[in-house]
Nanobody, 125 residues
Framework: EVQLVESGGGLVQAGGSLRLSCAAS????????MGWFRQAPGKEREGVSW????????HYADSVKGRFTISRDNAKNTVYLQMNSLKPEDTAVYYC??????????????????WGQGTQVTVSS
């Protein structure tokens, strides 16, 4: 069964760090482009970061560049999102997702096939 399970969310003070994990089963993350999305109350789901299956290149939303880093461990079939210098505006539910497209120029949610249930990240001021 295809499954994505996020973990690592929680409450952190502004300026702190968190590392989110996305453990995949039923497929190989190296064969899929993987993305992290977030959604805050009253806002649309937005792409935060994604990594391409085609060449392993990484991409970031302007709001998180220089602060967040996406990576994958193929041996563990797991994708990570390291989040540093967290701000209150980063507060949201964070979702891991997988896409069969090997190259993605813009992280439209509709091109992602599999989704995790999300993990809450709360950053206090």
């Amino acid at each position: 069964e295809v499954q994505l399970v996020e973990s690592g969310g929680g409450l952190v003070q502004a300026g702190g760090s968190l590392r989110l994990s996305c453990a995949a089963s039923g497929f190989i993350v190296d064969d899929y482009s993987m993305g992290w999305f977030r959604q805050a109350p009253g806002k649309e789901r937005e792409g935060v970061s994604w990594i391409m299956s085609s060449d392993g290149s990484t991409h970031y939303a302007d709001s998180v560049k220089g602060r967040f880093t996406i990576s994958r461990d193929n041996a563990k079939n797991t994708v990570y999102l390291q989040m540093n210098s967290l701000k209150p505006e980063d507060t949201a539910v964070y979702y891991c997702a997988a896409s069969g497209y090997r190259g993605i120029l813009y992280p439209a949610p509709e091109v992602f096939d599999y989704w995790g249930q999300g993990t809450q990240v709360t950053v206090s001021s």
